[in-house]
């Protein structure tokens, strides 16, 4: 008991340290997307989301990458063989130098030949976009080595590093934002100049705080054909999963910009940019929990994980829903005061995106979570990325006959949350975990919740709060916490939970290390 005491505070301290440093992104992502939108311009600021979703096209390898990694080294941690984990993480440390290289060939010859004759860009600004297509391709190749030291952090739940360096990294954005002014060559080829130093800068810190900190993290060439035969049929089939979420994400960019141009893509670009926030409040309590609700698995506690889950998802949700709904309700004040010039549809995309993470945050991340934990992830990824696959072509025919940009963001919506339920159904099937407990501990408060709080504050804003000012948004914002509040405390938590929340708030001791 005294274990499971001791994992729910690391979990609870991981969390809101993960949360200042997701207040401190925010905070600072927020204004620099302003002065980036400024000095670049909507259509350059369209330009470079567009060269970058190219980019991002291929990117499913490192993902796929990413998830077997962390699967493999939490479960050596766990496993407390140091020899093993060695084995491990320079096994993975290989894979990603071998895999960085193959995407960079792919982008270097199939994705530079679509961004020169496919994409729909100004042709006075060729010579920019190739710079950027160059950097962007650096980039990526930094970022997919740099996967295993993020995840042997990770895996040793050490997310105070995770905190400090994304503040570091978003300080380094906003000194771009300020270096922008000063460009002497074009600035939206020193904006891409200066993504790639400071993706060199961030990786060294991770290497070298990796390489000094655990006896794991050496580099050496490393032949272990068992080894790599079973990653490869594991991220084999998150390869297909992360294809088909890349084409989600980066096929919807792409599909926007053939049928509307880059003007489209930039207010899309924006409405990601701040929806991004609330979804990076969810990932933030999730990757707290992850490691845990993989060890709980591999020890056989089938209790413990399916607390947890339901726990992660359900506080998942409720951190969603006190972020995104006072956005959705004030949204045209938000972007009014934040940007010099709003993209035409910008506040349409961020209403449509902000319910995608919301559903995603209810049906999401640890149903995959138990299915990686299993280690049977075929049946599972096929059938959810074949879903995920429909969203391209269903997108492109409605807008052949129905020619309006929010199509494919409804179309997103529909889609992922139809993938997430099969994601639920194979949770259920590898791991046993209990579908009629999640009915009962996570959405059913959680729909509960959303009848009180959204029909009240919408009225509210409508009625009382009807225009675009400060006062209204002020008051209407207040009102929406106090009802949400007071309905999250009557119908999410459960006496143990309240009697934790209380605890939490008033254990000052829950910054010490309680490893």
Known sequence: MSD??????????????????????????????RVYLDQLGVSDYGIYNIV????????????????????????????????????????TLNIHILFGFCIVVLLETIGLWFVNNKLVVPTDRLTAI?????????????????????????????????????????????????????????????????????S?????????????????????????KNMYKSMASFSGWYMFGGFADICREEGVNIILNLFFGTLVNA????????????????????????????????????????????????????????????LMLNIDFILDIWLKEVPNMANIFMILICLDFLFKSLLGTPFSWLVAASGKVRNEQIFASIVLLMIIPVSYVLLKSYPNPIVPFVVVIIFNSLSSIV?????????????????????????KISLVTI???????????????????????????????????????????????VRIIQNKNIFRNNK
Not at 300 to 326: A, C, E, T, Y
Not at 423 to 447: C, D, M, N, W
Not at 478 to 497: G, P, Q, R
Request: charge should be positive.
């Open 455 to 501: 029909p009240i504050s919408v009225s509210l804003r409508l009625i009382l709060f009807n225009n675009e000012t400060l006062y209204s948004f002020i008051l209407s914002t207040l009102f929406f916490y106090t009802i949400a509040l007071l309905s999250c405390w009557i119908f999410a938590f459960d006496k143990n939970e309240k009697e934790t929340i």
């Open 200 to 224: 060199i800068i961030i990786f060294l810190i991770y290497y070298i705080y990796c390489y000094t900190h655990y006896e794991e993290c050496s580099f050496k060439l490393f032949i272990d």
């Open 267 to 326: 207010a899309r670009a924006v409405a990601v940019q701040v929806s991004s926030v609330a979804n990076g409040f969810m990932y933030n309590f999730l990757a707290a929990a992850y490691p845990q609700t993989i060890k709980y698995y591999a020890e056989g506690d089938i209790n413990q994980m399916q607390i947890l889950v339901n726990r992660s998802l359900k506080f998942s949700f409720l951190l969603i829903f006190l972020i995104s709904v006072p």
């Open 4 to 33: 499971i005491s001791s994992n729910n505070k690391r979990i609870a301290k991981n969390t809101l340290l993960l949360y200042i440093r997701m207040m401190a992104v925010m905070g600072v992502s927020i204004y620099t997307t």
């Open 52 to 91: 970058g979703g190219v980019v991002g096209m291929l990117t499913f390898f490192s993902n796929s990458m990413s998830t077997t990694t962390m699967r493999y080294i939490t479960v050596a941690l766990g496993e407390g063989n140091i020899e093993n984990l060695k084995k491990t993480f320079a096994g």
């Open 130 to 198: 190739n710079w950027v297509y160059q950097f962007s391709i650096l980039s990526t190749f930094i970022g997919i080595i740099q996967i295993p030291y993020n995840s042997t952090i990770n895996a040793h739940e050490d997310m105070g590093v995770f905190a400090w360096l994304a503040i570091f990294d978003v300080l380094c954005k906003l000194g771009i934002a300020y270096l922008l002014l000063l460009s002497p060559i074009d600035k939206l080829i020193f904006y891409g100049l200066m993504l790639f130093i400071v």
């Open 423 to 447: 994601r639920l159904y194979f949770a259920h099937q590898l791991t046993g975990y209990s579908i009629p407990s999640f009915i009962k501990e996570v959405l059913r408060p959680t729909l």
